[in-house]
C-alpha cells in the first residue's frame, strides 16, 4: 500500500498538471487557460522561487499569452535539486482558484457569520489604520499583536509592527520548529544542515520526509536510501510512506524516542564504540554523559519504546560502527511533547559521540553566501515588553519569535496588559494553533483583527478586513540566502501581472504605514529593496544573472571539517561542543536529557498523533483544486483492534472528542496505527464559506487538540492530546 501511495504523492513533476487538466474542467477554472491560449511565438520562461511551503525549490515558469501554463523545476538550485513537488506544479492554481480573495474586503455582519461589503485599497486602509490608531490611543502601541509566519515578504509585516512601536511580534516557530532549533543551538552553538547524501546510516524519530518534504534533504534520502546506499531505520508509530521505504520500522510507543536514543547511547559507550578522539578534542561534559546514561539500559528501554533491547543494541553498534557518515536526523516539526528540547538534545549528543560533527555524511555547519541590504530609516525599540513574558518564561528561546501559546493565555487573561488589536500575515491561527475554542474567545474579545492572504482562511473569516495579497507568481520579492552544504541565492520575480485587485505585501504595508504617519520608515520600492540585495553578491552582473536564472549558488565540492580545528570556539558558554550544559543548569533545567515518562492515555482513550502528506501544506492546500483532488476528505486513522471493539467500521462516521472539543469525520480503520493513537491530517472542516471545497467537510484537528507546550522552549506540544472516539 506504501508504494501505491508513494507513486500517486510524490514527486509529480508532471502529474500535478495532469491532474490540473481535470480538475480544472470540472469546477470552471478552465476559461483562464481557453481564454489565454496562445501561440508559441509569444512563449516565455521565466524563473522565480516557489512560496507554497518552507523550502523555496527554483521554478521556471512557462507564460504564454500573459497565462502561467505550467511550472517546471529549475535545475541551478542545489537546494531544490531540480525538483518541483505536487504542491509546487499545483502553484499555477493558486493563481487560477476562483474562490481567492479578489479584493479588500471589510466585514458588515456579526464575526463569521460571512457579511463582506467588497472596498477599494484607499478605503480598506483607511479602516485599518483608523483601528490600529484607536488601540495606540487607549492601549498603548502594545495593545496590538503581529502574527505572522515565513515568507520572503514577511519582513515587511514584522517592519511595520516594529514602527508602530508593538513589541508583540509572533511567529510560527513555536508551532513548529523552535525546540529542535534550540536543542542543537544550545550544544553546538548552530543548528547543523544533515549530510543525506552522503550519509551511510539514517535514524528518524518521526521526520516522515518521503512525505513532509524538505529541500534537499528528502532528495538525498531517495538518492542514499532508495538506492541502498545507506541504511535507514525509521521510529514512527504510523506507517508512513518513509517507513514503507526504509530498511527497519519500529511503530515505537509515543513519546519515547528519548528512550530509545539513552539506551542507544548506553550500549556506545559501555562499549566504547564512540570516537574518543573527536569527544576528547571538542566536547565538554563526555564523563558526567558517561555516568548519567548507565541507568538507561536497552532492556530499560524495551519497556518505554516497545523495541526489542536486542534491536536497539543492535541498531545502536550498527550506528556507531558507521561512524562519521552515521546520522539522527533531527526532524523539524518538533512540536511534539513537553519534553522534546529534551528529545533532541539527546540526539545532538548522539551524534557527537560518534564524531559526525562537520563531515561528509554527517552534520555539516551551513555555509551561507553575502548579499547585500537596504538601509532603511530605524524605528525606537519598544518601550513596553511581550505580552507572553517570554524573557521570564522561557528564558533561552529566541524572544523576538514569541511563543505562542503562552501568549495566546496572557491575551485571554489581559495580563500583564490587554492586547486588542490582531494583524495576521499569511497564518491561520484558527488551524495553527490548538484549541480553537481558544483562538476563538482570543478572536472575539478583539476590538479589530485585520488578515492579510491570498484565500478567505478561517481566521480571515472572522476577520473586520480582509486586505488580498498578490499570489507568488504575480509578485517580485525581496532576493534570499538559502544556508546550507551548498548555499544558494534565489530571486523571485513576477511572472504575470495581478489577476485581481490585490497588491504585493510591501503596498499593503505602505499603505497602512502611511495613514499612521510611518511612511518614512517605508521609502522605498521593492525593485530598489531587490537592487540592493544585488549589489554585494559575488558574481559580476548580478541583476541580470538573477533575473535571467533566478538563482546563484558556488560551483563546487562541499566544504567539509572547516571547524575540525582545535582552536575552533563554537558558539556556546565553553566554546566547546556542550554534551553537558552549564547554561541549561543555570537556567533550572537539566544539564544533561534526563527521561521522565509522558502521561499515558487511559484505556478508553486514543493519543491523537499529527502529520503531513506529500500534496498539501498544512492546513492550507486542501482547497486547491489539482490538489484537492487527491484527497478529498481527511480520515481518522484507527487500528482494526480497538475499531472492532468500538464497533467501528471503515468509512463510519465517528465522534472524536477531547476536554476541549468533538469532531465528526469518516473512519480509516488500518493496520498502518498502532492501537494506542489514531491519527488525522489537518486542512479540513473549514469554517470559511470561501473554501468551498473543504468548508465542513472532514474535521479540523484544532477543535480537539489541547493546549500544551515544551517547557524549555515554549514551543506547542501537539501529541498531548487523548480523544475518545465513537460511532457518531
Ligand atoms: N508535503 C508537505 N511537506 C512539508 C510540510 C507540509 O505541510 N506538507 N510542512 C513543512 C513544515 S513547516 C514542517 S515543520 C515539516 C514537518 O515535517 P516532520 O518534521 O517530518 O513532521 P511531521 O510530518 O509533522 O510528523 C512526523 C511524524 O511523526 C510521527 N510521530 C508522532 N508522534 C511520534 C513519536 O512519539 N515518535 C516518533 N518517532 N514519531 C512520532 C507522526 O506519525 C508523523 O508521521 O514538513 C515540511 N514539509
Ligand atoms: N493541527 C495542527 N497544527 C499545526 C501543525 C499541524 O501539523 N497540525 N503544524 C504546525 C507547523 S509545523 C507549522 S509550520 C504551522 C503552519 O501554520 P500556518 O503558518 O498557519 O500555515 P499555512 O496553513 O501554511 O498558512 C497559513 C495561511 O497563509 C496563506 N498564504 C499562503 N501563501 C501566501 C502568500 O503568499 N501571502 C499571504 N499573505 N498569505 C499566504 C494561506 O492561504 C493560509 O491561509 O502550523 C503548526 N500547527
Ligand atoms: S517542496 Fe514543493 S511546495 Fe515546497 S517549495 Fe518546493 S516545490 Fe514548492
Ligand atoms: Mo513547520
Known sequence: MGTIRMDRRLFLKTAGATAGAVAATQVGCFKYFKKGRSTAADTKEIPTTCELCPNKCSAIAVVEGG???????????????????????????????????????????????????????????????????????????????????????????????????????????????????????????????????????????????????????????????????????????????????????????????????????????????????????????????????????????????????????????????????????????????????????????????????????????????????????????????????????????????????????????????????????????????????????????????????????????YADVVLPESAYLERTDPVEVMPGIWPAVVYRQQVVKPIHDTKPNLEIVQGIAKRLGLSDYFDYTIDQWVEAEFKDLPIPMAAEHMKKHGVWAATGEAHYGKTLTPDHRFVTKSGKIEIYSERLQENGYDPLPVYTQIAQPPADRFRLILGRVGYFTHANQSNNVWLHEFMPENDLWINPVPAARLGIKHGDFVNVSSSVGTARIKARVTEEIRPDCVFMLHGFGKKSKMQSLVYNVGASDAVILETAWDKVSGNAAFHETFVKVSNA
Not at 513537488?85 to 464575526?111: E, F, L, S, T
Not at 550506528?319 to 511534539?336: H, K, M, N, Q, V
Open 67 to 461: 497565462f502561467i501554463r505550467k511550472l517546471n523545476p529549475n535545475p541551478e538550485n542545489p537546494k531544490s535539486r531540480d525538483m518541483l513537488c505536487a504542491r509546487g506544479n499545483a502553484a499555477v492554481m493558486q493563481v487560477y482558484d476562483p474562490d481567492r480573495i479578489k479584493q479588500p474586503m471589510i466585514r458588515v455582519g456579526a464575526r463569521g457569520e460571512g457579511k463582506w461589503k467588497p472596498v477599494s485599497w484607499d478605503e480598506a486602509f483607511d479602516y485599518t489604520a483608523k483601528k490600529l490608531a484607536e488601540i495606540k490611543e487607549k492601549y498603548g502601541p502594545e495593545g496590538t499583536l503581529w502574527a505572522s509566519t515565513e515568507g520572503f515578504q514577511e519582513k515587511f509585516f514584522m517592519n511595520l509592527g516594529q514602527a508602530f512601536g508593538s513589541p508583540n511580534i509572533v511567529r510560527h516557530p513555536t508551532l513548529c520548529l523552535a525546540s529542535v532549533n534550540l536543542a542543537y543551538g544550545t550544544t553546538f552553538g548552530t543548528v547543523p544542515s544533515f549530510d543525506m547524501l552522503n550519509s551511510k546510516y539514517v535514524i528518524m524519530s518521526g521526520a516522515n520526509r518521503f512525505e513532509s518534504i524538505i529541500t534537499p534533504d528528502t532528495m538525498d534520502l531517495i538518492g542514499s536510501v532508495m538506492e541502498r546506499k545507506a541504511k535507514l531505520v525509521y521510529l514512527d508509530p504510523r506507517f508512513t510512506v518513509t517507513a514503507a521505504k526504509a530498511d527497519e520500522w519500529y511503530p515505537i510507543k509515543p513519546g519515547s524516542d528519548l528512550a530509545f536514543i539513552l539506551a542507544m547511547l548506553n550500549v556506545i559507550i559501555a562499549e566504547k564504540r564512540y570516537h574518543k578522539d573527536f569527544v576528547d578534542t571538542y566536547t565538554l561534559g563526555f564523563d558526567q554523559l558517561a555516568e548519567h546514561v548507565k541507568q538507561y539500559t536497552p532492556e530499560w528501554a524495551e519497556k518505554e519504546t516497545e523495541i526489542p533491547a536486542k534491536d536497539i543494541i543492535r541498531i545502536a553498534r550498527e550506528f556507531a560502527d558507521a561512524g562519521t557518515r552515521a546520522l539522527y536526523y533531527s526532524g523539524r516539526r518538533s512540536s511534539w511533547y513537553q519534553n522534546d528540547f529534551q528529545m533532541r538534545r539527546a540526539q545532538a549528543i548522539l551524534n557527537t559521540i560518534v564524531g559526525n560533527w562537520d563531515q561528509m555524511g554527517g552534520m555539516v555547519p551551513n555555509a551561507s553566501l553575502p548579499k547585500g541590504e537596504f538601509l532603511f530609516m530605524p524605528w525606537d525599540d519598544p518601550k513596553a515588553s511581550r505580552v507572553d513574558e517570554v524573557k521570564t518564561n522561557f528564558p533561552l528561546a529566541a524572544a523576538s519569535d514569541g511563543a505562542y501559546l503562552k501568549l495566546r493565555e496572557n491575551v485571554l487573561s489581559g495580563k500583564p496588559y490587554p492586547v486588542k488589536g490582531w494583524m495576521v500575515y499569511k497564518q491561520d491561527p484558527m488551524n495553527a494553533l490548538p484549541d480553537q475554542s481558544k483562538t476563538m474567545k482570543m478572536i472575539e474579545q478583539m476590538d479589530f483583527i485585520g488578515v492579510i492572504d491570498l484565500q478567505m482562511s478561517d481566521m480571515a473569516w
